[in-house]
């Protein structure tokens, strides 16, 4: 491949992995809401995209502290959340060992809910697993694609190499 082609290359893979790593954002996103209508009694509507680690946390200190933990809960809701939405957000820069921890978390969180015999939600989680586990090649072969074109004489384009 010349130089072009090559840094054409690497931008589509890097709109694929966008897109396939913004599924961390959107669970970290739609698990800080499901806490908020658990704590603000707002239904008994949930998202199954979100994540059983929250919910453990929401009902475990409202089943001991009821409703005055509402805040130190959406408080180390917000610190997992934030760390689920980081492993997305950093995916682009080319963190794989934080996209990975992610990944890893994230099937954990799917084992969790499948004690709870949540179904959908784990239906859920195994259908983003999908495409999340698709960003981890996408990583990697931006890595590659990315050394070819720091090699290249006249690299022009910022190569974020881990």
Do not use: R
């Not at 658990?38 to 009821?66: A, N, P, R």
């Amino acid at each position: 491949m010349n130089y072009d082609q090559l840094k054409q290359h690497y931008l589509n893979l890097s709109k694929y992995l966008h897109k396939y790593s913004s599924w961390f954002i959107f669970i970290g996103i739609l698990s800080m809401i499901n806490s908020i209508i658990l704590w603000f009694e707002i239904g008994s509507l949930h998202f199954v995209l979100g994540l059983g680690y929250t919910q453990l946390v929401d009902l475990f200190l409202k089943e001991i502290f009821g409703n005055s933990a509402m805040l130190p809960a959406v408080i180390i809701n917000a610190f997992i959340c934030g760390f689920f939405m980081l492993c997305g957000g950093l995916a682009g820069k080319l963190k794989g060992t934080l996209y990975y921890i992610g990944i890893v978390l994230y099937t954990i969180d799917a084992l969790i809910l499948l004690y709870f015999s949540d179904y959908l939600s784990v239906a859920f989680h195994a259908f983003a697993l999908f495409y999340l586990i698709k960003g981890i090649k996408l990583i990697n072969e931006l890595y590659k694609v990315g050394q070819e074109l720091k090699n290249s004489a006249c690299s022009s384009i910022e190569v974020p190499i881990e």
